[in-house]
């Protein structure tokens, strides 16, 4: 396997170019809304024209563990009066989506709201019920942007018939229930590079932190697919997930002691607009703020050590989100 990842590696780069290239400073791509001192600053969404917060708010946590419905509200709406307007969530992250019907009551538009169709069912019909199922449990009626969950697990060949899962999404966009589509995973990257080469894909979340990028490597492979078709990216598992995925609220990131450095790392990157970070407590909304509020990207040397250190917890992680090819 570990020969597998680098002869993989070594195909991307090939056709890709270098990571190199990557590391260039795009301007654009880290332009920031004007801002107050104590304002969360934005970026706009690429091609969508949305204002998002350099901050999304993840509820797998709060959704995944037993924390009370009056809990998760107080703690997202915290975030929300911080300046945090990117809100994602999923039918998988436990009872999620229901813990933010009663936010969404009050609140609604003024923030970006984002969910996932899994593989549950992946035609045309089955995706459209997966959403107006999250609409009812949210107990709105429309969603900003749906993902692709986890694209790795889908059928690629059955996606893109006109009766599977995008036609599906595209049909739920001309009925006015959704704005966006997008793609989400953390496996698999030659897939996303795939659905991105359609042009219908808005917004891709996938995952970017200094250690997965020597195995999974999105950034080299992913993020010039999406430049090149101007499809805006998310970063997710910037801390790189939760120890043994216990989103239970208590467990850490597997990369919490790397915290601020992490983050910056991944709203440095070309074209990412946006890192979500799954939050569990108000204590963990405050910690990301302090980093984000004075977000400057990494120096180059600053860089170099950290992917070298990087390097080293990738060969401890292995293959942490499933498979690289396939």
């Known amino acids: 396997m570990q020969m597998d990842r680098r002869d993989f590696l070594k195909n991307t780069l090939a ?3 270098s990571l190199t290239a990557l590391d260039l400073a795009e301007p654009a791509a880290h332009a920031l809304e004007p801002t107050g001192a104590e304002t969360l600053p934005q970026r706009v969404l690429g091609r969508t024209k949305a204002k998002v917060s350099l901050l999304g708010f993840g509820m797998a946590p709060l959704g995944s563990d037993n924390t009370a419905t009056a809990e998760a509200e107080r703690v997202v709406h915290y975030a929300l009066d911080q300046g945090i307007n990117y809100v994602d969530v999923a039918p998988v992250y436990g009872d999620a989506e229901s813990k933010l019907k009663g936010v ?4 609604r ?3 970006f709201l984002v969910t996932k169709v899994n593989t549950s069912q992946q035609d045309k019909e089955g995706v459209q019920k997966q959403i107006e199922a999250s609409l009812e449990r949210m107990g709105t009626d429309r969603i900003d942007l749906v993902h692709i969950h986890n694209l790795g697990d889908f059928d690629m060949e059955k996606l893109f018939r006109p009766d599977g899962a995008l036609a599906g999404l595209k049909a739920a966009r001309k009925r006015g229930l959704i704005r966006f589509i997008g793609t989400s995973g953390h496996m698999r990257p030659a897939r996303f590079v795939q659905a991105i080469e359609t042009g219908d894909i808005d917004v891709t979340m996938n995952a970017l932190n200094f250690a997965d990028r020597h195995t999974y490597d999105f950034e080299g492979l992913v993020l010039p697919a999406a430049k090149k078709h101007g499809t805006a990216v998310v ?7 939760a120890v043994e995925w216990r989103y239970d609220g208590k467990t850490p ?3 919490a002691p790397y915290h601020e450095r992490a983050i910056r790392y991944a709203l440095g990157l070309p074209g990412v607009r946006c890192a979500v970070i799954g939050f569990a407590t108000v204590e963990e909304v405050q910690q990301a703020l302090a980093v ?3 977000f400057q990207p990494l120096s180059a040397a600053e860089r170099d050590e950290l992917l070298a250190e990087g390097r080293k917890l990738a060969q401890t992680r292995g293959l942490y989100y499933g498979p690289v090819t396939g």
């Open 15 to 17: 056709a890709a170019g």
């Open 253 to 255: 990131a597997t990369l």
């Open 109 to 111: 538009d003024s923030l």
């Open 235 to 241: 970063a997710m598992k910037a801390l790189g997930g």
């Open 104 to 107: 969404l009551k009050t609140r």
């Open 292 to 294: 984000a509020r004075r």
